[in-house]
């Protein structure tokens, strides 16, 4: 079974420019969470979209936004990009209303913004 | 979700067991205590979870106390592999809208 599939691995942009990062969960998962993690910080909570509908995030600007497809994919979206965004963006998946909602996550886009 | 406290970092002898504390003192009764891990630059790595009896699974046992206010995770045999982060987490399980906060975690470093 394929686990969180993010891409791509590397970006590298322009101060200003637009990121798009995507997000596949497993499988039979629904929901999508977004994850930030600049060097040698902590992971902190970006969005949750489940069944295509965003609903929660963290205490992020606007500029940080995404949308959840039919599928379950997911994207992120971060406009006007400040060099404080480089950082690693993580996506993990689970499915609510299981026993077992334990989140499994990607690998990670590494974002850096020059 | 309760908050958690755990050393900030840790040293392990390869072949020895790792006993990685977490103290959470205000946790509630429906809050299962979760372990995940992040070797350096990757994604974090789900490894146990439990409420309040002991788990153990192909990667390590949790020991959580009877009042529930602390736990312990245990590699029973740690390799330099097991060179990582250790996060203890609680949530609520069943709930997939209660998100993992993640804390600073333990930097566990396994030594020859």
């Known amino acids: 079974e394929a686990g969180v599939t993010q891409s791509p691995t590397h970006l590298i942009k322009t101060r200003g420019q637009q990121a798009t990062l995507r997000c596949s969960p497993i499988s039979g998962h629904t929901s999508v969470y977004w994850y930030q993690q600049a060097l040698g910080l902590g992971l902190q909570f970006l969005l949750w979209y489940d069944e295509g509908e965003e609903r929660n995030r963290g205490n992020f600007p606007p500029r940080f936004s995404g949308r959840q497809f039919p599928n379950y994919s997911s994207e992120l979206n971060v406009n006007a990009l400040e060099l404080e965004d480089s950082a690693l963006y993580l996506c993990?998946?689970?499915?609510?209303?299981?026993?077992?909602?334990?989140?499994?996550f990607g690998q990670g886009t590494r974002l850096t913004v020059v | 979700d309760a908050k958690t406290t755990q050393p900030t970092s840790m040293d392990c002898a390869e072949g020895r067991a790792a006993n990685l504390p977490c103290n959470h003192s205000?946790?509630?009764?429906?809050?299962?205590v979760y372990w995940y891990r992040q070797i350096h630059s990757q994604g974090p790595q789900y490894i146990i979870h439990?409420?309040?009896n002991n788990e153990t699974n192909e990667m390590a046992s949790l020991i959580i106390t009877e009042d529930r206010k602390s736990s312990t995770l245990i590699l029973p045999h740690a390799t330099l592999r097991d060179t990582a982060v250790y996060y203890c987490?609680?949530?609520?399980?069943?709930?997939?809208?209660?998100?993992?906060?993640f804390g600073g975690g333990t930097r566990l470093m396994v030594k020859p």
């Open positions: 205000t946790i509630s009764g429906n809050e299962y």
């Open positions: 993990a998946s689970n499915s609510p209303g299981r026993r077992n909602t334990e989140a499994f």
């Open positions: 439990g409420l309040k």
């Open positions: 987490i609680v949530r609520v399980a069943g709930n997939a809208g209660n998100m993992l906060t």
